[in-house]
């Protein structure tokens, strides 16, 4: 008999590598900060999104002034 209440991720899980001195600085901002990597990395996206967006806005309306 097979357990059908299966478990569901709320998250995706990913690897990536990072070169010695990126990794260091992944852990230094993480410590300072207080997060675990997943949560650093994704604050980090986030802020890197929105930073995006901005300069998006800010140049349309450079190209209307």
């Known amino acids: 008999m097979t357990n059908s209440l299966a478990i569901q991720r ?9 070169p010695p001195t990126l990794f260091k600085l992944l852990e230094k901002g993480r410590s300072e900060f207080g997060q675990g990597r997943s949560a650093f990395i994704a ?23």
């Open 43 to 65: 604050s980090l996206i986030r802020r890197y999104m929105e930073d995006r967006r901005w300069e998006k806005i800010y140049k349309r309306g450079q190209d209307t002034a």
């Open 10 to 18: 709320k998250t995706d899980v990913i690897s990536i590598s990072l």
